[in-house]
Structures are given as structure tokens and as C-alpha cells.
């Protein structure tokens, strides 16, 4: 049955679905699966009916016609009924058989209203829709569908944009930005909203405010300012409301509500959502009626959760759902159809990511696009027949710069990715992540630049491994440690020896989050950024030993530490800025707010480098110790900003000749492209006859 219903590719919980017209039938005849008088289950087979059917012979059926006549029934006293009986009884066993198939029918035609047709790839229509060399990004349709918004790439900085269908040419709106992020349209049509620095938005203490500009242009107007713990904004479809997702101090990561906009922020509530901690990306959305928020967020449990929550609240409890994807995929961007069941995701389980439509009402998705390339945002035209997404191409390659001029140069520049470099510190050798055979593996480079892969997806066999991140050679490079993402969502770090052997954990005690680390110069203890519950720590682990970790420091961010090569210090990243720590924890020096992703100590241990990133000046740069006294080195290219597609993943590592230092940069590109003639959701949707609350 299924696989006359649906389409090979179509993702479809179809053994709950059955169950469920199953129980329906059972409750129906009063039967029970544990003691079963009509419907039995068959373990691995599926349901057979096992009720006796009695038949009665022809000639009693004149018996039973004549007792319906009037003078029957008064002069035949001696007529024997028991044969009516039984007919009476095979009637009610016949009329529960019907009612049951008429159960099963109704089941079986919902099941078919829901099926997707028209899954025909060259009815698909492309079209190019803004191709800026600098990059495009955040489309948003008007709410006529006659426009799109979206953000474009104006020297580094992004601006807000619009573009007419009929048009050949966009409209640059802001100008002068740092930034803007594009939110939604007014009701009307006639003005944009976006969120960008707020007017008193200083370098020393950032701040975010929501703006509004006209189509037409114009000076933008200053609505409302944000919270400094959000890191998800949406704004309402009538624009009376935003609702943002973040964690005030003291407080959960959860989903609060200003309603009307600049009212005072309030709690969602209920809110099973709620958590200790998130990670990776956060998307939160407004349904297109008003009466939903989708949050799609990774939290407590280390993989990616969707939440539906009813607005306002309190109509019913929020729950999950699209609960039969892969646990370990990762939601780029989702836009609502106009169904307000159906939404389009940018999603990915494994590199590249691709665009899928799914019902939030049911286990039904289906893949859109595919291909070797990556599709990003995304937003689904009023009608639903058009979706404008932004088409990426994201490549990391493996950079030096030299400590002494700044100059750079390629190290590792291929067609895929190559990130997370890391050298062995007295040895000729080079650990980085690459996505060279499809999967992520982690390679070796020998002082005679010849490469190898060292950690591949068979070395964990039966556990499909997504992510593989931070590789740290041994100061000898003898051993590596890195972390590993599993396929239900832990985080752990391993170790393995280069000689060959099979990957062991690198301590058994650890069962929270490790992010990877670096080695003590001994090459005898690590030092990992971990979670434990709700905090993040900079912990040290006896390599070898089965001893529990011992926490430096709590409350740390998400900056992976250096230990320099004297032993007498390791860097971390907090609240207050950067700092050192000695090793034993008991001195703590700190350096201030520094805008650097990282800090990597001299050969001698006594100078710190960074690249400072602000505004449009990347600059390397040094850090005396003992002086705090910055001195800049050079100004670097946009081009030559530290990048990683996962965190915390930037790491400066400095060469075994202490000359220079190694890590990832990005080359980026996003255009916007329309498809049209897509497949559409099933009938049920297209007559508008969807279950959407």
C-alpha cells in the first residue's frame, strides 16, 4: 500500500498511520491488541483478521419473510425464531465489519488527500533574480508578491535592497550600515523592517535597535530598540508584534514576547522549550495567518529541535514536530507556505544543504532541489508558487601569515573545503579537516607536502559520524586529538595514535559537550573548551588516565584555548574579555576586550597574535604579555578574516619554525534565484482544505 501511495522519496511515518486506523478499529468492535477477539497483530508482518464468519443455510431465510407479515405474526405462534436470531446476530457482526471498512476507508483516502504529486523536475523554471559580485542574501516578498527585499553586499557591508519582478534593475534603500537584517514588510507594502546597529551603538558596548524605511526611500525611522540577549528576531505579520529567542541573565534560553511592539519583553510560556543552553543556528517564524511560531533551534539534548508554538499563547502547548528527520541535521533558514501547515527548509544532514518541503501537521517532507550545490535563505511568494532562495558557494582554504610582514599565502587552496589546520609543535606535520572524498575525514600533511587521510567515516562503523572538528597533533605529532559529532548528537573528544590503531576516547569520565583543545607542550595533559549542564568550561584532562577532568574556569565563551610553549599559560575568553590562566588556576591575568577570534602564543611565550576584526579593517596584530601593549603588524584583506563553517572551529596555529601562523579563510559567493514549478503539496492543501489550527 505504501509504495503505491507515495513517491519513493517521500518521507512518511506510514507504519504510524496504519497503527492509528487500526486502534480506530479495535475501539470500534471493542477489541484489544493484548487480547484480541477480531484484528491480531503479526510481529514484523503487519495485522490479519482472526474472527470466526459463520453462514446459515438458504431455506431458513422464507421463515424469517414470513414472520414480517401482519397475519403471520398473529396466527403462527408456533414459528421457530431461533434462525432469526442468528441472522440478527450476523447482521450486527456484518454491520461492525462495515463500520470498521469504512474506518480503514476514511483513513486510507486522508492518507491519499496528503499524497504529493506532480514531482516533475523539468517542469522546474529558474530564474536569476540579483547576481552582485559582493553577494546576496535575506529575501523577503512583498506582501502583493509583486517585490522582493533582500540584502546585498555594498563594500562588506550589508544593505537593504528591493526589486520590483517587472523590473530589470534593484533599488539600494540603506546605505552606510554596518550591518542590517531584514525582518518583514508592513501590512501595506509601502515600508520595510529591518534591524541594524542602534543609534547609540558604540565599538565598547554594541547595540541593536528595529527600523523601518519607506519603499520609495528615504531616511529610515527608529521603532523600537532590542534586548542585548536575543539572537533570533521576528516580527509579526501585522507588525504588532516581536518575538525574539535568546538568554536574558540569570534566565533560560527560551522564546519572549513585546506585544505591542516596544511594550516590555515578557516569557512565553508554556514553554517545554525551554533550556540551559543552544547552539548552531536559530530560526524562529511567524505563520502567515499570525496564529503560529515555528522555532527550529539546537538546545539541551545537543541536536536540532522544531517547536510549534500557538500564538497567542495559551490556545494549546507548544509540541514537536518534523520529528522524522535525521537527528543530526541542520536547518539553515525555513520560510511558511500559505497554507500555514506546509514550510520550505534549507536543510542539510550531510554537505551540500538543500531546499525540502514538510508538513508540520504530519511526518511527510519531501526533498525540492539537489544537486552539488548549497541553498540558503529562503522565502516562499504569497500564492506558493514561487520560492526566491540564495544560492551559496562556501570554500575554506588553508592560509599562512608571516609573524615578521603579515604577508600571507595559500597553504592548502582546493575546489572543497579544507579548515581547522593545526601543526604538531616540533614536528614537520599538519592536521586539518577536509571535505575531499564527500565526508568529512581528517588529513595529514608530511614535511614533504604529501597528504593522507588519517580519520575517515570507517573508523566508526555503524554510527555515521557528521562532523569531524579540531584536530591537535601531539607536541611530538605522534598523536592526534579531535572532536567527533555522533549521529544521535553527542560531541566527544578522541584520541589515536598515527602509527595506526583504532580510535579510543580521549577520557570515558567526560559525558558532556567537548569542543577540542590544545596540548600542554609535555604533551602529557589537554586542555578542552567542554559543557557540563549549563556551563561552559576550560577543563584539563591527564592524557592517558581515567581521572575526571579538572575545571580551570567556568563561564567561559566559545574561543578555543592556547597553551604556550613555556607551560606557564593558557589563554580563554569571557565575559570580561580575553585572559590567562596559569595551569594550576590559581592565577588569573586578563587583557581586555580584544575583537579577535583567537590567541596564539610565540615560539618564545612571550607575544600573543591575533587578527582584530572591525568595521572594514582586518588587522594582524601582537600583544606583549608583560606589557599589554598591542602593536599592529599589517592590515589584511576581507579576504584573509578567519573563517570556519562550524564552532567554536578558528585556531591560529604557529608553524614549527614559529614564523608564521596557519588557519582557514573563506571565499563566499550568494546569488538569488526563483524556482517555479516545483512540486506542490497534496491535494488536501491545493482545494484549501488543510488541518491547519
Not at 434462525?83 to 476514511?106: S, Y
Not at 541542520?330 to 511558511?336: E, K, L, N, R
Not at 525540492?368 to 516562499?380: K, L, M, R
Not at 593558557?570 to 591575568?589: A, R
Request: aromatic share 10%; net charge neutral; glycine share 8%.
Amino acid at each position: 500500500m505504501r509504495q503505491k501511495i507515495w513517491p519513493a522519496d517521500t518521507f512518511i511515518d506510514f507504519d504510524q498511520s496504519l497503527n492509528k486506523a487500526i486502534n480506530k478499529i479495535r475501539e470500534a468492535l471493542g477489541d484489544s491488541a493484548e487480547n484480541p477477539r477480531f484484528v491480531e497483530t503479526v510481529p514484523r508482518r503487519g495485522y490479519r483478521f482472526i474472527a470466526p464468519v459463520n453462514t446459515h443455510d438458504q431455506p431458513q431465510q422464507p421463515a424469517i419473510t414470513e414472520l414480517s407479515t401482519p397475519e403471520h405474526r398473529s396466527s403462527s405462534p408456533s414459528v421457530n425464531v431461533e434462525p432469526a436470531k442468528a441472522v440478527r446476530i450476523g447482521n450486527r457482526f456484518w454491520k461492525w465489519i462495515a463500520i470498521a471498512a469504512c474506518i480503514l476507508l476514511t483513513a486510507t483516502i486522508a492518507l491519499l488527500l496528503q499524497r504529493d504529486v506532480n514531482h516533475d523536475i523539468t517542469r522546474y523554471r529558474y530564474t536569476p533574480f540579483a547576481m552582485n559580485p559582493e553577494g546576496q542574501s535575506q529575501p523577503k516578498w512583498s506582501p502583493d508578491g509583486k517585490a522582493i527585499a533582500y540584502l546585498g553586499l555594498v563594500n562588506g557591508h550589508q544593505q537593504v535592497f528591493v526589486r520590483y519582478l517587472g523590473s530589470p534593475v534593484s533599488t539600494q534603500l540603506t546605505a552606510n550600515r554596518e550591518y542590517a537584517q531584514l525582518t518583514r514588510w508592513s501590512p501595506d507594502g509601502k515600508r520595510i523592517l529591518f534591524f541594524a546597529p542602534g543609534p547609540d551603538s558604540t565599538e565598547a558596548k554594541p547595540t541593536r535597535a528595529l527600523y523601518s524605511i519607506a519603499v520609495v526611500g528615504g531616511e529610515a525611522e527608529h521603532l523600537t530598540p532590542m534586548p542585548d540577549y536575543q539572537v533570533w528576531e521576528e516580527i509579526s505579520p501585522d507588525n504588532q508584534t516581536i518575538a525574539i529567542y535568546g538568554i536574558p541573565e540569570g534566565g533560560k534560553a527560551s522564546v519572549f514576547i513585546s506585544s505591542p511592539i516596544g511594550s516590555s519583553y515578557r516569557p512565553y510560556e508554556p514553554a517545554p522549550f525551554a533550556g540551559k543552553v543552544f547552539y548552531n543556528h536559530t530560526t524562529l517564524r511567524f505563520s502567515p495567518n499570525g496564529k503560529k511560531l515555528l522555532l527550529i533551534r539546537t538546545g539541551d539534548s545537543g541536536t536540532e529541535e522544531a517547536w510549534l508554538l500557538p500564538y497567542p499563547p495559551g490556545k494549546s502547548t507548544p509540541h514537536r514536530v518534523l520529528t522524522h528527520f535525521p537527528a543530526q541535521k541542520v536547518t539553515m533558514d525555513f520560510s511558511w507556505m500559505p497554507d500555514n501547515r506546509h514550510v520550505v527548509l534549507a536543510v542539510s544532514h550531510t554537505p551540500p544543504r538543500h531546499l525540502w518541503i514538510a508538513d508540520t501537521e504530519s511526518e511527510v517532507s519531501y526533498q525540492v532541489t539537489g544537486g552539488i550545490s548549497t541553498q540558503g535563505t529562503v522565502a516562499v511568494s504569497p500564492d506558493g508558487k514561487q520560492i526566491i532562495y540564495s544560492e551559496e558557494y562556501h570554500d575554506l582554504n588553508i592560509t599562512s601569515v608571516s609573524l615578521l610582514d603579515g604577508k600571507s599565502k595559500n597553504v592548502i587552496a582546493t575546489d572543497v573545503k579544507e579548515r581547522m589546520a593545526a601543526w604538531s609543535a616540533k614536528s614537520d606535520k599538519l592536521a586539518y579537516v577536509t571535505d575531499r572524498n564527500g565526508t568529512m575525514e581528517i588529513w595529514v600533511r608530511s614535511g614533504d607536502d604529501s597528504d593522507h587521510p588519517l580519520i575517515t567515516q570507517k573508523d566508526f562503523p555503524g554510527n555515521p559520524t557528521p562532523f569531524l572538528m579540531n584536530p591537535s597533533l601531539s607536541p611530538d605529532g605522534k598523536r592526534l586529538i579531535f572532536s567527533r559529532s555522533s549521529d544521535e548528537g553527542a560531541v566527544r573528544t578522541w584520541i589515536m595514535s598515527l602509527s595506526g590503531g583504532a580510535p579510543e576516547r580521549l577520557n570515558e569520565s567526560a559525558d558532556d559537550t567537548e569542543f577540542g583543545g590544545t596540548w600542554s607542550p609535555d604533551g602529557r595533559r589537554f586542555a578542552e573548551l567542554a559543557v557540563s549542564g549549563s556551563n561552559q568550561t576550560l577543563s584539563l584532562i591527564k592524557v592517558g588516565s581515567r581521572e575526571k577532568p579538572v575545571i580551570l574556569r567556568d563561564d567561559v565563551y566559545s574561543s578555543l584555548p592556547d597553551w604556550s610553549s613555556t607551560g606557564a599559560w593558557l589563554t580563554f575568553q569571557d565575559k570580561s574579555g580575553w585572559n590567562l590562566i596559569s595551569p594550576d588556576g590559581k592565577t588569573v591575568k586578563p587583557l581586555g576586550k580584544i575583537a579577535t577570534s583567537y590567541l596564539a602564543f610565540s615560539k618564545d611565550g612571550e607575544l600573543l597574535f591575533g587578527i582584530r576584526e572591525e568595521h572594514d579593517k582586518t588587522t594582524f596584530f601582537s600583544l606583549d604579555i608583560a606589557t599589554l601593549k598591542a602593536t599592529d603588524i599589517h592590515e589584511l584583506g576581507k579576504d584573509l578574516a578567519p573563517a570556519s563553517d562550524i564552532g567554536p572551529g578558528i585556531r591560529f596555529s604557529l608553524t614549527p619554525d614559529g614564523k608564521s601562523i596557519t588557519y582557514a579563510t573563506a571565499v563566499d559567493k550568494s546569488n538569488l534565484w526563483i524556482l517555479e514549478g516545483f512540486r506542490q503539496p497534496g491535494l488536501l492543501s491545493r482545494l484549501g482544505l488543510n488541518w491547519s489550527r
